[in-house]
């Protein structure tokens, strides 16, 4: 069952998945495996604001709401600080988040504690982790919840870098489209207009600037046929400078 687990986490995300499915995964396994009521994955958004991506239960997502709500709270505390916590009993007030002993026991849980999802000696998402009965997980459930949330956090950062690649690409892969569609208008429109190359591109950048698009959209829609250019340029005295 273990091996499976990190099999799992391993491996989750791959071929196009999201770090969505990583943080099911890691809740999943950590309810099968370890001795918890309940179980929570936060990740940060593209944002950077952490969100609640997986919970077992609708206590946990109420108690995780309520903390990222506050920005306070053992779980957002653990992430925030790149480091483990435990709140072994709800019962004792802790100081330095005094309202979420109440909304904890009122969920019937106990205590809890928080690891977080460590890579490269950064935080990239927590794993929650909430039990009927005081105290933190005991020495060998707290080493493998603390495996666990490191596999996940190994595959939950290979995911963004990938992410983060595929949006280079798509960038790449837009500009060399839209430098193609830029040159097939300028010809197209020194032929319609009669003017040189040079003059066409000068005449795009204008009109394209006066429109608000970027010149390979304008391109794009000489070519589609849905745009059309003036020339002479129609001069207004509320335009911008050339330079703006």
């Known amino acids: 069952m273990i091996a499976r687990a990190f099999v799992e986490l391993t491996a989750t995300g791959s071929q196009g998945g999201h770090v969505l499915d990583v943080a099911h995964t890691l809740a999943r396994w950590s309810l099968r495996l370890l001795d918890v009521s309940g179980a929570g994955v ?10 609640s991506m997986a919970v077992s239960s609708e206590a946990v997502r109420v108690l995780e709401h309520e903390e990222l709500a ?25 100081a330095r988040w005094p309202d979420f002993g109440g909304s904890a026991r009122a969920s019937g849980i106990r205590a809890v504690h928080a690891f977080p999802m460590l890579t490269e000696d950064m935080a990239v998402g927590v794993l929650n ?38 949006v280079r690409i798509d960038e790449l892969t837009t500009a060399l489209a839209e430098a193609t569609s830029v040159e ?36 794009e829609a000489v070519l589609a046929g849905t745009a059309t250019i003036d020339f002479p340029l129609v001069v207004s005295p509320t335009d911008d400078d050339d330079g703006a």
């Open 184 to 219: 097939r208008a300028k010809g197209m429109l020194a032929v319609q207009l009669r003017l040189d190359l040079d003059t066409v591109s000068a005449v795009l950048r204008h009109t394209a600037r006066a429109r608000g698009l970027r010149v390979g959209q304008l391109a």
């Open 42 to 51: 936060m990740l940060p958004d593209r944002r950077g604001r952490l969100t």
């Open 70 to 94: 506050a920005g306070r709270g053992p779980c957002v505390e653990s992430h925030r600080q790149a480091r483990e916590l435990v709140f072994a009993d709800v019962d004792i007030t802790d």
């Open 129 to 166: 982790l909430f039990r009927p009965s005081t105290g933190g997980l005991a020495g060998p459930d707290s080493h493998l919840a603390r495996s666990m949330a490191a596999a996940a956090g190994d595959t939950v950062r290979r995911l963004q870098r990938e992410a983060q690649a595929q």
